[in-house]
């Protein structure tokens, strides 16, 4: 039974792309709550506790950012370098999912701190494969960051 | 200096002392004859003097000691006495020997220092006038004093035009004012040791000429050294524009080949996403509502989601073959048999329900990038693996031989081969020789081949003949130079052999 801080963020700009990253998700049941930034300004907000997200809990990060690079206003680059150098953020697990592997891409992401770079394949039947296992990986079998470890710094 | 003229150089101060003793004693003995014994040494210091003069040391002291003979024996057979009678006159001859010796002494030293002073002149000048470079004496005055000849061959004035006017003159205009700051910074005291400037030639033509220059203030003179750097310095500025020029183009291709990089990102981010979109939306589709279609709909569907994944293929492939182009290569020496087998390997497990053959042959190793190796290995013999899917038994061969002094690497299959008339477009990206439902393909394998290849500045070419099979050579590094043109010795087939040369745009 997932318990109650199960929730993934998904920063994602496209709604096709929402739409079918959903679906793979939610046909896996891994968590009760997605929820979902469709730019990197809107994605820093909701991990911040800021704007519109100011009423949420800053005791409650997700259990997975899965984060897309070609985001409108801020890019997710920036997004995942303000995660990654903020002690309080630092711990979230953030996968880049995104259409493309170029090389500088790759480099940019590990070298800021992500924790995994997925290629979205265009083959429907691979993404949703992908994403499952992805969700199994990130939520059932890795242990998360317990709560002291949001604490440090 | 012939014998001659040292044989009569040699006889010169005796002949002199002689000559001049000789003249000593008959002055002494005739118009002087009233004076008796007295003031015997009185024509013999003059003529040891002029011995000295004319016949250097050796004639000096030969005239001292002939006088003193001509004193002692001689001159008394013409007054009939002897001129040396007491102690007195001992010591006068004492005197006049010790004199003459220091004269002649002294006429040595003279001599010699003069000889040197000679010498040294006659050097200078014989230097300053084979000087290649201009050299020249100036006064404060602005004027030049004296130049040497090859003033008249560089500017084409004679020397006497040259000193007839102030050398400011003859400088162009526009290097007048640095000229005169250079003269006046001479006037002070301070040596020139590095200028340029333009002087005008009888032509009209102006020579760049480089100076370097000391002044003498108690002489009020310059004394310059210029050279005529016309030539270099053209060369100078050609190797300016040049460089300028080339600056220019790398700054153009710099920027082509960021837009080209931003064009490659964004293809590989944007083209794929609405790709993903169709395939996810037809997958779809047939789950959730594959009841409600007709075979035909489903059939539709299946088709969109083939040609959805041909198109990934495609943009994945151009991508690919864009990233070799901006790639720097990393050279090592690479053994092709390990490199082979790795490939064939992969391949194998890929086709394993295929009857297929295949020939690795001892490979050299070779400096090359190993990674792009393995994909141009990949292209090929996968390439290979899919033309002779036909066959019963496809043989696909590796193996190598040596022409013109390299490496020759070869793949070969007996598979659907292709006309040799259409080799031309066998490289070229988007050529293809079948149809897409024969062998699937985006036609950029080879191209992506020719491109590793060409990078690493070696050649591919290949052979082929309709059903009988297709061979693929390649080299790396540029032939050894030789004419002999002798084809492929390993070829299967003869003939036309089409090469795709590294230049090949």
Redesign the interface.
């Known amino acids: 039974m997932p318990d109650r801080f199960m929730s993934i963020l998904l920063v994602e700009d496209?709604a096709?792309?929402v739409k079918?990253t959903l679906?793979a998700l939610q046909s896996e049941k891994l968590c009760n709550q997605i929820d979902i930034a469709r730019d990197g300004e809107e994605a820093l907000d909701y991990i911040f506790c800021r704007g519109q997200y100011a009423g949420r809990s800053a005791d409650s990060p997700p259990r997975l950012v899965l984060l897309d690079?070609?985001l409108p206003k801020v890019d997710g680059l920036e997004v995942l370098r303000a995660i990654k150098s903020d002690p309080r953020t630092k711990p979230i697990p953030v996968v880049i999912l995104?259409?493309?592997?170029?090389?500088?891409d790759v480099v940019a992401g590990y070298q800021l701190g992500a924790n995994a770079y997925i290629q979205?394949?265009?083959?429907?039947?691979h993404?949703r494969d992908v994403v499952k296992r992805l969700g199994l990986f990130w939520l059932v079998v890795n242990e998360p960051p317990p709560p002291k470890a949001f604490q440090s710094g | 200096m012939d014998m001659k003229h040292l044989s009569r150089y040699a006889w010169r101060p005796y002949v002199v002392a002689i000559t001049v003793v000789a003249a000593a004693a008959a002055l002494r003995v005739w118009p002087l004859h009233s004076l008796g014994v007295s003031l015997a040494w009185l024509t013999f210091y003059p003529a040891v003097m002029v011995a000295a003069l004319y016949g250097g040391t050796s004639a000096a002291l030969l005239g001292t000691f002939l006088s003193c003979l001509a004193v002692l024996f001689v001159l008394p057979l013409f007054v009939h006495q002897p001129f040396i009678k007491d102690s007195t006159d001992w010591l006068g001859l004492a005197v006049f020997f010790a004199t003459c010796t220091l004269i002649s002494g002294i006429a040595e030293a003279t001599r010699r220092a003069q000889a040197r002073e000679n010498q040294a002149m006659a050097e200078r000048d014989r230097f300053f006038t084979l000087s290649l470079d201009l050299l020249c004496v100036a006064g404060f005055d602005g004027y030049f004093k004296r130049l040497n000849p090859i003033w008249e061959r560089v500017t084409g004035w004679t020397t006497e035009e040259l000193l007839s006017k102030p050398f400011l003159e003859f400088v162009h205009p526009e290097d007048r004012e640095a000229t005169i700051l250079e003269v006046q910074n001479q006037q002070r005291g301070e040596a020139v040791l590095s200028f340029k400037n333009r002087y005008q030639c009888k032509d009209g033509s102006y020579r760049w000429l480089s100076w370097k220059s000391i002044p003498v203030e108690e002489e009020s003179l310059m004394y310059g050294t210029a050279r005529d750097i016309t030539e270099s310095r053209k060369e100078e500025e050609k190797t300016e524009r040049l460089n300028a020029e080339l600056g220019r183009r790398t700054a153009e291709l710099e920027v082509s080949n960021k837009e080209l990089e931003a064009f490659?990102?964004s293809v590989?981010?944007?083209l794929?996403?609405p790709?993903?979109?169709i395939?996810?939306?037809?997958?779809?589709l047939m789950d959730a509502h594959s009841s409600e279609l007709t075979e035909e709909a489903r059939d539709y569907v299946a088709t969109i989601r083939e040609s959805?994944?041909e198109m990934?293929q495609l943009v994945d492939d151009l991508l690919n073959l864009a990233?070799i182009g901006r790639r720097e290569l990393s050279l090592q020496v690479t053994g092709l048999k390990t490199l082979v087998e790795e490939v064939v390997s992969n391949l194998k497990a890929r086709s394993a329900s295929r009857a297929m053959e295949w020939k690795v042959q001892p490979l050299p190793f070779v400096e090359c990038d190993p990674s792009l190796m393995k994909q141009v290995l990949i292209n090929l013999l996968s390439n290979a693996v899919k033309f002779s899917r036909q066959r019963e038994l496809a043989v696909i061969e590796v193996g190598s031989f040596q022409q013109d002094n390299q490496p020759v690497i070869f793949v070969r299959d007996n598979g659907v081969g292709f006309d040799m008339k259409y080799v031309d477009k066998l490289f070229a990206v988007f050529q293809r020789l079948h149809r897409q439902e024969d062998f699937e393909g985006t036609g950029i394998g080879l191209a992506i081949v020719h491109r590793i290849i060409q990078k690493h500045g070696g050649r591919v070419w290949a052979e082929g003949e309709l059903n009988k099979g297709a061979v693929f050579y390649f080299t790396l590094g540029s032939p050894a130079k030789t004419d002999s043109k002798d084809s492929a010795a390993g070829g299967a087939y003869a003939g036309q052999v089409h090469e795709y040369s590294s230049g090949r745009g």
């Open positions: 496209d096709k792309d079918l679906h690079l070609k995104t259409s493309s592997k170029e090389e500088s979205k394949p265009v083959d429907f039947e993404f | 490659t990102y590989s981010h944007d794929r996403a790709l993903r979109h395939d996810g939306f037809s997958k779809l959805t994944k990934s990233r």
